[in-house]
Structures are given as C-alpha cells and as structure tokens.
C-alpha cells in the first residue's frame, strides 16, 4: 500500500514585460495497493499473479495567458478549473514453464482500466532464456504496452477524454556470457515501436509529449489533441561488469540508439532524447571494510534541439522556434566525472557511513539548454552544475 501527494502553488510572470503569462495552483494526490502472488506448482512449473488499483484525484486552478506558442502561432488564454478523480484497475498473471534444464520461457498478460478515459487494455507478454553452456545465456523477450496520458492534457479539452492511451511493442533479443568467474558480459539489441500518441493539429510537427523538454517543464494550454503521433525507438547495449574480487569492482557500459517520432504532418523527426551514444565507466577500490574510494564517468553524445527563428524572436523578445530546422541542431556533447570516498562505522546492529565527494570533479561547461534573455533580447545559455563538493552521512540499522 502506498499513498503520495503534491501541490503546486506557483506564478509566472514575462521578464521583460512583467506580464503574468501562468498560474499553476494544482494538487494530485494517489492511492494504491498492489499484491504479488506466485504459486510453485512443481520444480519446472510455476504461476504468478497480482491485482494492482490506484485512484488518483487530481484538482487545477490553473490560469494560461494568450501567448504565442513554440513555433510564433497565436494561441487563446485558457482558464482550467477542474477536479478529476479517476481509478485505474489491473490485472495480471504469468506461467513460467522450464521444459528442459536449459530452457525456460514464461507467457504473460496484463489487464488495465481507466476510468477517466473509459480505456481498456489487453496487453500479452513473451519472455525466454535458453542457456547455451555453463557460461552463455541467449535471452529475448516481447511484449504490448499502454500507458495512460498525463491528466492535465486529458482536462484541458472535454474531447481529450475520448484519446486511446500510447501504446507501444517491445522486443528484445540479448546474451549474457560469463568472461571469467568474476566478469560478466551483456549484449542486448532491442526495437520499440509506439502509435497513438497525442499530436496538437496547431503544431503539427512537434511531439506534444516532449513539450515538457521545450517548453520549460510545462504543458502549456492546447485545443483539441489528435492521436496520431508515431515513434520507434532502435539500439544495441553492452555491459562489462566485474564484481569485487581482489579489493577492485567496476562496470562499464556502452549504448548506440536512434530514437525518432512522427507527428501529423508524417515526416519522421529526431526525438529530444536522441543522444546517440552513452557511456559509462565507474568502479571502485575497498581496500578494507571500512575505507571506499570509488568514481563514475558518464559521456552521452548531445541531445537534438530546435534553434530558434531569429528575426520572429527578436521582434517578439521570446523564444519562437524555427519550424523549418526541428530538432535538427544538436547541443555540445556532455560528459563527467564523479568521485567518492567512504569510512564507514560499524556498531552492534547498526552502521554509520560518513563520505565526502565531488561532482563534475574538472569542472566541464555542460550546457543544459538555450533560452531566449529577455533581458537582452537575444540568445543565452544555461549550463549545467559547475564542480560541486558533498559532504554527507548515512546511518543503517
């Protein structure tokens, strides 16, 4: 059982103007219980299944100004005053069977109901593991998933009840192989493919979905939504990890994937998570039960942007995108470097950790994001954390 809440009382006003532009008094709060069962029927056979319910109430007293939107159309003020309290309901059981030592497959379903949207879902899954040898295991597995919209694009239009929830399909197809008794290598290929997305007619050529990473953290106010947005997600991953032996541990992965979407206007695009490529490297040194030294590297390729029509935005003095390049720039690539020390503390039935560490340890100048300075009418940018030093402590019991 769980319950958690949030409320937002928040006001917005223009830089240069002091126009207020949205008002975000909002609340949601969610209920759920959950129960996992699995029957053992006998040593090659074996069924689990669960129920999950969760009822989510949430009330807006939101207010959007006239503005104009990502791409410099007009778009109306718009006044939200609703409460919306939906249920969500589900189902689920999977049957597990081991028809020989080195196979084992289970065959899964799941079944949803929303309340709000009065959408019902049927979603089978697939999933196997055959073992080749005693160090080499072949996996895959496939499977339907729905998941449902966020409830304040819902609540902006009646009409946006009716929209299905995004669906997507999942296969993957993996092998895990034992490099020595100690290190461990895992290579995993895998497609997504979803439909049904929601798509604003007024823009037709950006994923409404994503507006989040534009658009400042919000979804701004939109007429009625269309669900015939597209994506399709390809990559391939593999995975190096050592466990500790000799005082040493360390992982190292590697990510290359391509992630596009279509919206009504049907031409594939880049989605703003398309990164590319994404590495890592940590590991770390224990040369006793007490002492920890360890560090994390991370660099990912830059992540797709839209840059912004000059001429529109410097006479408007905001940020208006070029709809001619979306998401064709691609900001500067990101990496960086963690480091940790641990002294850990041991006592009768409890442990007291105290550890010191640096984030962005050579200081790289991420960028997080361009924006449009009012102020100066006129591009800037935002970067991320600069190094950052942590001193904390942790007590287990």
């Known amino acids: ?62 207010f959007y100004a ?54 019902r879902h049927l979603s089978p899954r697939l999933s196997f593991s055959y073992r080749l040898d005693d160090r080499t295991t072949v996996i895959g597995a496939t499977g339907l998933y729905y998941q449902s919209l966020p409830s304040i694009l819902l609540s902006q239009n009646e009409a946006n009840r009716e929209l299905p929830d995004p669906r997507a399909i999942h296969c993957v197809l993996g092998l895990t192989h034992l490099l ?32 989040l990473f534009y658009r400042y953290g919000f979804f701004l106010n939109h007429e009625r ?82 840059p912004f029509d000059l001429d529109q935005s410097t006479a408007l003095n905001h940020a208006v995108l070029d709809e001619s390049q979306i998401n064709e720039a691609r900001y500067p690539d990101y990496h960086s470097l963690n480091i940790r020390a641990d002294r850990r503390f041991h006592f009768r039935g409890s442990n007291l950790i105290v550890y010191a560490s640096v984030w962005n340890a050579y200081n790289r100048k991420n960028v997080a994001s361009y924006y449009w300075n009012e102020l100066e009418n006129g591009p800037d940018i935002v970067y991320q954390w600069s190094t950052l030093p942590i001193i904390g402590l942790e007590y287990e019991f």
């Open 66 to 119: 006239e503005y104009t939107d990502a791409l410099g159309g007009a778009t109306p003020e718009m006044i939200l005053e609703t409460t919306t309290n939906e249920s969500k309901v589900s189902a689920f059981a999977s049957y597990t069977v081991r028809p020989a030592n080195r196979l084992t497959a289970t065959i899964g379903v799941r079944a949803d109901y929303h309340s709000y949207s009065h959408n």
């Open 225 to 306: 939504l269309s669900a015939v947005g597209k994506a399709r997600t390809t990559g391939i991953e593999a995975t190096v990890q050592k466990r500790l032996v000799h005082q040493l541990y360390g992982l190292a992965s590697v990510s290359y994937f391509r992630s596009h979407y279509m919206g009504s206007d049907v031409i594939w695009r880049d989605r703003v998570f398309d990164n590319r490529l994404v590495l890592s490297l940590e590991g770390g040194y224990k040369p006793s039960s007490t002492w920890e030294f360890s560090a994390r590297w991370i660099y990912a390729g830059g992540s797709p942007y839209t």
């Open 180 to 211: 020595t008794d100690q290190t461990k290598l895992t290579l995993e290929m895998y497609r997504k493919e979803y439909a049904q997305f929601p798509i604003d007619p007024q823009q037709p050529a950006l994923f409404t979905i994503d507006e």
């Open 1 to 62: 059982m769980s319950y958690t809440s949030s409320e937002y009382d928040e006001y917005f006003n223009e830089t240069s103007s002091g126009q207020h532009l949205i008002t975000n008094r909002s609340s949601e709060w969610t209920a759920t219980l959950r129960n996992v069962n699995t029957f053992e029927i006998n040593s090659t056979n074996s069924i689990e299944f669960g129920v999950e319910a969760k009822h989510v109430q949430a009330a807006y007293d939101n």
